[in-house]
């Protein structure tokens, strides 16, 4: 017997991240190791995390739930992206959508030639060469066609969802109690931690009932049980630069067929999401409260909701951050108990399965190696950090100065890190993605430009091409992505023809 092996978890909480983790601990280990999972009905989930990215495509794909399945489990919708209304100023919109940006030339991203083009007066806004982005505003949607050639954007079209969180929850709770994870119910009173290494040994329940194991993975969300109140892992707190502390949120009536996209717009201290369901539309405001009270967020977003309110605006408060090890101990968190990103780029369902796959790849033997330790924390620290420039680019890059806080927004300093990124754009419109990060080149540059960053000049060897040359492709991409656009069925037929949820 190896006695170094690990041959027992204990996930703290439930809701998304804890049933999430054990689906994906329970189907990657196939019963080797004892699963526990310890939540209790009394005790609700934030319940924010509605929109996602297109991975979870790949998290549902590696746990062999088909999507027309998982579509109609969750009573999901599609998302090609999202619509920002005003963040650069009032009246503007743009999308920033999954997909590529037309196609490239050679060696030249397709956004240097667009460019050169648009400083002429040649080219469109950039969302009429996203396939994505035109599919959205004409309110068309279907997955990717096997009967076009791979060249053809319909060959490959990245989505994600919108989709009931609790429904996920529920349907992965199915799927890892099959295979083999236990559910304990109850509330945790107490952890015991060991005398000299402060390891979690255990945890007692309020009935009396304890229970050990040796990875812990800390699912409790807000309240860090294990990472924050027991081992005392600090938060550094990022809210200097996303102010942004509270949401109220109020499900409604759908009005209208589903948009496939989230709308994002900006109201005088924070923005509004609007996430359709196939059977309710999600709705919220988030808000910085040293700029707005609770009541005035709760009125204007009621003010603000497309169809009849089916419930009371709920508070839900929050600080944007994480903690400074994500991997303390025999602790993993995951989750909200890790950190908290606001969900204007839908990353939170996203940081949970990032958080998910990296302790899978870095799995530790019961001797909990520190080498795998600090490897997870580096690699988690460097997925927040460059979530969090993307996030502040939005604020940050915007004319708008109508309120308090749009002034701060606009005019505080930012991460040295953003303000390279921001640079090196400008200067030329080069974008380099660093590492395994997050958003890649054509997302930053949808929001770059969006947001009103225009770069002074474009790549040298843009600039040599024939003009014909450059027109020809561009004008041809703007052209090829209409046609696909044409040729796509409705959103709403495309659920109703193949994932319509049951009553």
């Known amino acids: 017997m190896d006695h170094s092996a690990l041959d027992s978890i204990v996930i703290v909480g439930g809701g998304t991240a804890g049933w999430m983790s054990a689906a994906a601990l329970s189907a990657a280990l196939e019963r080797t190791v004892t699963i526990q999972l310890i939540e209790s009905a009394d005790i609700g989930t934030i319940g924010v995390g509605e929109a996602t990215i297109p991975a979870l495509h790949v998290f549902n794909d590696q746990l062999g739930i088909p999507e027309v399945d998982f579509v109609r489990a969750v009573k999901a919708t599609f998302k090609l992206g999202i619509e920002f209304r005003d963040w650069r100023k009032a009246g503007d919109s743009y999308f920033h ?23 002429q007066r040649k080219a469109g806004p950039l969302d009429d060469y996203s396939l994505h982005s035109v599919a959205a505003r004409h309110m068309k949607f279907m997955t990717s066609a096997g009967d076009v050639p791979s060249q053809s954007p319909l060959a490959n079209i990245a989505h994600a969802y919108h989709f009931d969180a609790g429904l996920y929850a529920q ?5 890892a109690e099959a295979r083999g994870v236990v559910r304990v119910e109850g509330k945790i009173s107490s952890v015991k931690q060991h005398v000299t290494t402060g390891d979690v040994e255990s945890v007692r329940l309020e009935s009396g009932r304890e229970i050990g194991g040796q990875l812990w993975i800390d699912c409790s ?5 294990l990472i924050g109140k027991t081992l005392n892992v600090p938060f550094v707190d990022w809210s200097h630069w996303l102010p942004a502390d509270r949401a109220v949120t109020v499900p409604s009536e759908g009005a209208g067929p589903p948009t496939p996209y989230t709308r994002s717009t900006t109201r005088p201290s924070g923005w509004q999401w609007r996430i359709p369901l196939q059977h309710r539309t999600g709705n919220g405001y988030v808000f910085a409260s040293a700029h707005c009270s609770a009541d005035e967020a709760a009125a204007t977003l009621l003010a603000n909701v497309d169809g009849k309110p089916l419930a009371d605006p709920r508070l839900i408060t929050f600080q944007t951050g994480h903690r400074a090890r994500f991997w303390d101990r025999n602790v993993v968190a995951i989750g909200l108990a890790s950190g908290f990103m606001e969900p204007l780029e839908s990353t939170s369902i996203y940081l949970i399965q990032s958080g998910i796959s990296r302790l899978l790849a870095l799995l530790p033997r019961a001797d909990f190696s520190p080498v795998l330790r600090n490897r997870y924390n580096a690699q988690m620290i460097f997925e927040f950090t ?5 996030l502040i680019l939005h604020y940050h890059a915007t004319e708008r100065e109508d309120s308090s806080f749009w002034q701060y927004c606009k005019h505080m300093a930012i991460p040295d890190s953003l303000a390279d990124t921001l640079d090196l754009f ?10 395994d990060e997050m958003f890649a080149l054509a997302s930053w540059v949808q929001v770059m430009i969006g947001q009103g960053i225009l770069p002074k000049h474009g790549h040298p060897a843009v600039n040599v091409l024939p003009e014909a040359e450059i027109q020809s492709v561009v004008a041809n991409a703007k052209q090829v992505i209409a046609n696909c656009v044409a040729a796509m069925p409705t959103h709403a037929q495309f659920i109703e023809r193949h994932c319509k949820a049951l009553a």
């Open 97 to 119: 959508g999954f997909g590529p940006l037309g196609h490239d030339y050679g060696s030249h991203p397709f956004h240097q030639l667009w460019l050169h083009q648009y400083r």
């Open 171 to 175: 349907l992965l709770r199915r799927y």
């Open 221 to 225: 969300g807000l309240h860090a049980l």
């Open 386 to 390: 460059r979530i969090r420039d993307f």
């Open 426 to 435: 400008q200067n030329s419109g080069r974008f380099y993605r660093q590492g």
